[in-house]
């Protein structure tokens, strides 16, 4: 069964507007490299600074990655904000994106020379929280994770019935969801959860990760069960021994959170960029 939804990422792009005093400027480049479809936003300085890869959820296209490197590069981190599908020269929908697309995006990193590309973060959320678990628990050069409304498990495309995401041209473990189309998308998402064999096969390596995680999820999820989901990664992450420290902050709001969080959610990220990179 193929995922139609709504954007899944509503994602808080009026978080840049109730930024903080800025401490760097930074300059935008547009990114030339293999089909990556990306802006560099680089803080001038005279030191090499980490940076964050920044994608959006199902809304898709590069704005959530430019809404981030607008938050973020005014503090000294460089931030790639990356289209991972609907933009010209990659998927025009969330289906069989290839993981290698974002391990360019880490190769790319590595080549510029402002970058100290031993600090590589990775900020996303929603639907885009999947393809963050996948590149991170497969690729160590990822150091730092912070996604909202995150998802534990991979999911079926929005347009084909098969995983959203490919690895060395093969299908990544998937849900797909249940019930009848008409009825509401949580309940959805929560019926699919509740095969626990296909569940298993389908949650990510949190393990490993390669660094500090934060989880910021919403109660009154509309869409998935974020908080639910976040719990059971730090329940898991336990289970592991995970070396690394995990934060997790809910909120009493949907999926998209509310203006009354933004600034406190926000300066959650760059804190834990701040503190980690």
Known sequence: MRIKSTCLFIFFCFLVNQANA???????KKVNYKNLV???????????????????????????????????APHGIAVLGLAFFKEDGISKT?????????????????????????????????????????????????????VTTPSKVAWYGMTTASSAWTLNGKD????SLELDKDAPLLDRFIAALKNEENVKKAMF?????????????AEKDHI????????????????????YSV?????????????????????SIIDHFLHTL
């Open 172 to 175: 990544v473990p998937a849900l």
């Open 94 to 146: 969330l289906d069989h994106i290839p993981l290698e697309y974002t391990f360019n995006a880490i190769d790319y990193l590595e080549t510029v020379p402002e970058i100290d590309s031993s600090r590589i973060g990775f900020v996303s959320g929603s639907r885009g929280s999947e393809l963050s678990f996948l590149v991170a628990s497969h690729d160590k050069r990822i150091k730092s994770l912070a």
């Open 205 to 217: 390596a949190f393990e490993k990760i390669n660094g500090p995680i934060l989880l910021i999820s």
């Open 38 to 72: 990306a802006n560099l936003y680089l803080p001038v300085t005279d030191k090499k600074v980490p940076v964050v890869i920044a994608i959006g959820g199902s809304e898709g296209g590069i704005s959530t990655g430019d809404s981030n490197g607008k938050m973020i």
């Open 22 to 28: 800025k401490d760097y400027e930074y300059i935008v």
């Open 224 to 243: 998935w069960p974020s908080t639910k989901m976040s719990n059971d990664i730090v329940n898991y992450l336990k289970e592991h021994h995970f070396k």
């Open 247 to 267: 934060v997790h902050h809910s909120y009493p709001t949907g999926h998209g959170f509310s203006q009354e969080t933004a600034p406190e959610i926000r300066q």
